[in-house]
């Protein structure tokens, strides 16, 4: 790891080979995300078919299709751009505190979790960032009694079934008790959700409500 002084130059170097554009497609220079880009995001909350899962509840509060909603998760995902990071925890906030009544009160807030190898790869897990921003929101406290036991495969580029077998008895769980808001950064199927919620509940919980950034 270079010093500060040494990182800084770095950064700027990078800059200036790879200037940083808007991701929210308008082309504009020297910002991940302009202010007209940010004006457009709208929370469009879906509540998402929970039938054959351990699920209670399932929410998405941002569609995916937004382009800077994909590029700002995507870029804060894979490359770790602490700006987004702040933008995304901050429109989890502001979801979450307009649908509370959607959530149990004393709910515990537990982050979908990366397996030990990816995150020690990425550094970080965006699951637990955003649930310190659902739990700001509903004045309540993270919790991490969830591991991933094994590596699963991303689930992008997978059909519906297969990310159903990517994911299956992926999750054990420390025991717990109460409600919990399980938070992730997206849902599709809600695979990945489900095998979360159903080790949740063999653990202990009393009920499950998924929250996700967004959905799609």
């Not at 009160?105 to 310190?132: C, M, W, Y």
């Not at 199927?189 to 080790?199: I, Q, R, V």
């Amino acid at each position: 790891m270079f010093p500060a002084p040494l990182n800084s130059l770095w950064q700027k170097i990078l800059d200036s080979l790879f200037p940083i554009h808007c991701l929210g497609g308008c082309g504009t220079e020297g910002e991940w995300a302009c202010a007209n880009c940010r004006s457009t995001i709208v929370a469009r909350p879906r509540l998402i078919s929970t039938k054959h899962t351990a699920l209670d509840r399932l929410i998405g509060a941002y569609s995916y299709a937004h382009p800077l909603i994909k590029g700002s998760i995507k870029e804060f995902k894979y490359h770790g751009a602490a700006p987004l990071g702040a933008m995304l925890s901050g429109l989890t906030e502001s979801a979450v505190a307009k649908l509370a009544t959607l959530f149990p009160k004393d709910a515990i807030v537990v982050p979908v979790p990366l397996h030990a190898t990816r995150l020690r790869e990425r550094g970080f897990n965006q699951a637990e960032r955003l649930s310190e921003a659902v739990a700001r929101a509903l004045e309540s406290s993270v919790q991490t009694p969830l591991t991933r036991t094994r590596r699963t495969g991303y689930q992008a580029k997978l059909s519906t079934e297969e990310r159903k077998q990517n994911c299956k008895d992926a999750f054990t769980c420390a025991p717990v008790s109460g409600d919990i808001v399980l938070v992730d950064d997206v849902v599709t199927t809600g695979a990945t959700m489900n095998e979360a919620a159903k080790a949740l509940k063999k653990a202990g919980a009393r009920s499950v409500i998924g929250f996700a950034l967004a959905y799609g």
